[in-house]
């Protein structure tokens, strides 16, 4: 099968050089506002006379096939059709910038423009990416590496399982990066996390992704810091017709896609409906995976001044995992290549393995499902007003895998442990032994010593956004708004498999306490006997209420653009436990925080071609839910420690554009202030009555500032019709700009007075165990601060496409946790400058051939990623001597990679 697909992959890229056919002539421009130079996002641009057609992306832009002689028609809401008959001859015709004259009350999506930057308008950093661009780059890459030419972005695989990569903006991680679909917030509401793999599909329904860097113009109530990605979906697309694809890659991976639309009906209803699945063995070993995802639009348009859209999107996925607690030290890489044999030794999986009786058994494992539906409501009031509104819901239904063990083999369902593969369990093949363990509790008199559990996250989350525009006066513009939300997310572990045992005893139920639970002593529940379904180690529902508003003015005058923006939100955390609690107690105390924003900014175009702006803002935002306590999976105890995390802004930047040459350069500053951070760790202490106490510590951090700053420039050249040239270059520099001091606590919350000698309430501040910590100018780490990209596209001849990326990664520190070893109270703990991973590049190669197959159009198109298998390692955690030799969890970046997709438009 592989030699076949070796083949295929050939023959595809073979035939972009050696294939000619007759093509038609390619027209590009851009549609704009004439009153107001604003690009028509959306707007239809169709072939007269042909069912043809696409839509204008985020920018206004436009690229059609159309017969030399023929005509264009443009048709946008609100605006005069317009018409321009293609006259001049050649493969591919420029028509500039296109004005579209104001007709009747133009109706827009305003849930989602305004959370769109407007070139040479918006004062922000921003980078856009069309779905042309998507189509042609991604390949059997995970979305969010899409911007990996992006100028501050680091994106990779992490563990390397399907849909489990990672983003990094401006040194800021994942939760501190804000995601929307549409301008809905898609962070989790507990954490701020955003898991891909619930989104793998999303590729395929995206008509525009914008990343904005730094404070953007997102109009919600609580802002990122780091930046934010919004997703523009697929809307009831204003020309009928639709696609079908099919797509084949390494390790068998294989998609299969369906498009269809119906057009906009003389009676105002359109539908999209997409559907799609994409399965494979992985590239990492044991990775197998199988992802579903469907997209439906339907929308009435009422008049011109009422549509209502719903819509629904989701893709729901099962795929085995690597973590990335498995990565190992470089050392222990090359110790693992004869498991591999002639295969790659950075494909390992320490976790991989097999039962007794042959059955696929697996420690890292995740399956979810979680649709997002919405309800928008757009409502032009007058010439002036809108209101846009959407009501939307996330259901989230998985699990993850979790495994649960007695005392004596506390971490022994890692694959490996400190970067160093675990043996304890490990067959001479590589492989886990499963078969061992199964043994193990079969022979065991007290049950099984080893179990698996699934860790379910589900949960409710409802929420409303809606914006009020309208203008006073000729030059300013005003947004406001409502940003209510609603969330309840179960958490529970259930035994699914207990390993041959009789059955398992959880001794988290040693620590349940008494007090709580309504005269019932811990023995009641440290000898109880757990089969599979019943509930271990936790059970607990999160909830989080969160309201808030926002406004923005903006001033809109010949060259000169200006806003000024503003959010005051209260979010609301308490739990529900089931588990350590009886229903008297159930319910904890509601922990509240007001949180706020400020952020202003002025464009000024000097020319048509220059422009310069600047933008500041200052950030008061709520921690997150798992900091509001002292240890949010079994303690109500709120954490005395936790305070909103502070951030201030600034940037200034310069735009250049022409037809033939467009750059951006700015430079920020970022000064983050108390931010959240905690560390947990078991340990042992003699009780009262002389008993060894097992219990775990938390410490949490006060004082924690970080300082990030940097440069970024990108810049597309089109020197010639059938050429464009990108690039980009950016440099950090983000460091701790602080010492810190750490509080510690036990389970239940109390203050611990020492780690080796019990536990102590009501003592007081220089009585309570704290450690500093010393940690002042070193690098943040988990991200490069240097990269660079430079591509080149080309157009051979008619119908063919071929494009060449290289991209390079430098400064990349290991990223590193306070660690454990050392700390008691009053320690004063350095933390050393980490070790900087070794700098790497890679090679990114696609082409494509678009022709006319019958009366649809049919397009080949093939993706080479790490042309030249280049190893290099994309992650990696700190050592004890921030070196190479003591670096773990390193995980090495994919090799080369490949597929071939052809696909039909009708």
């Known amino acids: 099968m592989k030699k076949h697909l070796i083949h295929f992959l050939l023959m595809a890229v073979l035939s972009v050089f050696s294939a000619a056919a007759f093509a038609q002539t390619t027209v590009r421009g851009q549609l704009v506002d004439s009153e107001t130079g604003e690009p028509l996002v959306g707007t239809a641009v169709m072939v007269e006379g042909t069912s043809q057609g696409t839509v204008t992306d985020i920018d206004g832009y436009f690229k059609q096939s159309v017969a030399q002689g023929g005509t264009l028609l443009f048709k946008y809401v609100g605006f005069k059709d317009l018409k321009k008959k293609i006259t001049q001859k050649g493969a591919s015709v420029d028509l500039g910038t296109i004005k579209m004259e104001p007709d009747a009350v133009m109706l827009a999506d305003v849930t989602i423009t305004s959370s769109v930057a407007v070139a040479r308008k918006t004062p922000i950093a921003v980078s856009t990416v069309d779905p042309i661009f998507i189509e042609e780059k991604l390949g059997t890459q995970e979305f969010p590496e899409i911007l990996k030419s992006t100028p501050g972005v680091y994106s990779t695989k992490d563990g390397g399982g399907y849909g489990d990569s990672k983003t990094v903006i401006r040194g800021f991680k994942q939760e501190n990066v804000a995601v929307m679909i549409n301008g809905v917030p898609m962070n989790g509401m507990e954490n701020n996390k955003v898991y891909w793999s619930n989104w793998a599909g999303l590729s395929d329904v995206t008509r525009s992704m914008q990343v904005q860097r730094g404070l953007g113009a997102s109009k919600v109530a609580s802002p990122a810091v780091g930046g934010s990605i919004n997703v523009i979906t697929k809307s009831t697309e204003a020309t009928k017709g639709g696609f079908v694809s099919y797509g084949m890659g390494n390790d068998g991976y294989n998609k299969i896609l369906f498009s269809v639309s119906s057009g906009l009906s003389k009676d105002g209803w359109a539908f999209t409906l997409l559907g799609g699945k994409t399965w494979g063995d992985g590239y990492v070993q044991g990775t197998e995976f199988e992802g579903y995802n469907y997209f439906i639009s339907v929308a009435k348009r009422f008049n011109d001044n009422h549509q209502l859209t719903f819509s629904a999107f989701a893709a729901p996925q099962k795929h085995y995992q690597r973590s990335n607690q498995d990565g190992l030290t470089i050392k222990e890489w090359q110790r693992v290549k004869n498991y591999m044999g002639s295969d790659s030794p950075y494909k390992y999986n320490p976790t991989y393995g097999f039962g007794k009786n042959g059955e696929r058994k697996m420690t890292q494992y995740n399956e979810y499902h979680k ?536």
């Open 371 to 906: 649709p997002q539906i919405s309800l928008n409501h757009l409502w032009q009031i007058d010439q002036k007003s809108s209101l846009s509104t959407a009501l939307y819901v996330s259901i989230g239904r998985g699990n993850g895998y979790s495994g649960q063990t007695d005392n004596d083999h506390r971490n022994m369902w890692y694959g490996a442990s400190n970067g160093i593969v675990n043996t304890t369990f490990r067959n001479a093949d590589g492989t886990f032994a499963y078969d061992q363990i199964q043994e193990m509790n079969e022979q065991s008199t007290t049950g099984s010593k080893m179990v698996m559990s699934k860790n379910l996250n589900n949960h409710m989350w409802y929420g409303l956004l809606s914006t009020y525009t309208t203008k006073f006066g000729e030059y300013l513009d005003f947004y406001g708004g409502v940003d209510f939300r609603y969330y309840k997310g179960l958490h529970q572990n259930k035994i699914v498999d207990l390993y041959n045992g009789a059955y398992y005893v959880d001794y988290n139920r040693g620590n349940v306490k008494a007090e709580n639970y309504a005269g019932a002593g811990t023995a009641e529940f440290k000898n109880k006997k757990l089969q599979v379904g019943d509930v271990v180690y936790r059970d607990y529902d999160g909830f989080v209420m969160s309201e808030g508003v926002f406004g923005q003015l903006e001033y809109n005058r010949d060259k000169l653009s200006a806003f000024v923006s503003g959010s005051v939100s209260n979010t609301g955390y308490w739990r529900y436990d089931r588990f350590y609690y009886d229903k008297q107690h159930a319910k904890s105390d509601t922990n509240n925080y007001l949180g706020w924003n400020l952020k202003g900014g002025v464009n000024y175009n000097l020319t048509e071609n220059h422009n310069v702006f600047f933008n500041l803002g200052y950030i008061s935002r709520a921690p997150m839910f798992d900091a509001a306590f002292i240890n949010s999976q079994n303690s109500h105890a709120l954490n005395p420690d936790a305070k909103n995390e502070k951030i201030f802004s600034f940037e200034l930047g310069y735009g250049y554009r022409s037809r033939f040459f467009t750059a951006n350069v700015n430079a920020y500053y970022t000064k983050w202030m108390d931010k959240t951070m905690t560390r947990s760790q078991d340990f042992k202490y003699t009780g009262d009555s002389g008993q060894t106490v097992n219990d775990r510590w938390t410490v949490n951090m006060q004082g924690v500032d970080a300082r990030h700053m940097g440069v970024e420039l990108d810049f597309v050249v089109k020197p010639f019709q059938w050429m464009d040239v990108t690039g980009m270059f950016s440099i950090g520099d983000w460091r701790w700009d602080c010492d810190a001091n750490g509080y510690f606590y036990n389970t239940a919350g109390e203050p611990l007075k020492d780690l080796k000698g019990g536990i102590a309430s009501g003592i007081g501040a220089s009585d309570h165990a704290k450690a500093n910590f010393k940690m002042d100018n070193i690098h943040v780490g988990g991200a490069a601060q240097t990269t660079a990209a430079l591509g080149l596209n080309v157009r051979p001849m008619k119908g063919v496409r071929v494009g060449l990326d290289w991209n390079f990664f430098g400064r990349n520190y290991a990223d590193y946790a306070i660690s454990a070893s050392g700390l008691a109270p009053n320690a004063k703990i350095a933390i050393n400058e980490p070790w900087r991973i070794p700098s790497y590049s890679t090679f990114d190669l696609n082409a494509g051939y678009t022709f006319d197959f019958g009366k649809v159009r049919a397009t080949l198109s093939g993706n080479v990623n790490n042309l030249f298998n280049q190893e290099y390692i994309a992650d990696a955690y700190d050592g004890s001597d921030s070196n190479w030799e003591t670096a773990y969890r390193v995980l090495y970046g994919f090799g080369r990679t490949y597929n071939v997709r052809l696909k039909f438009t009708f």
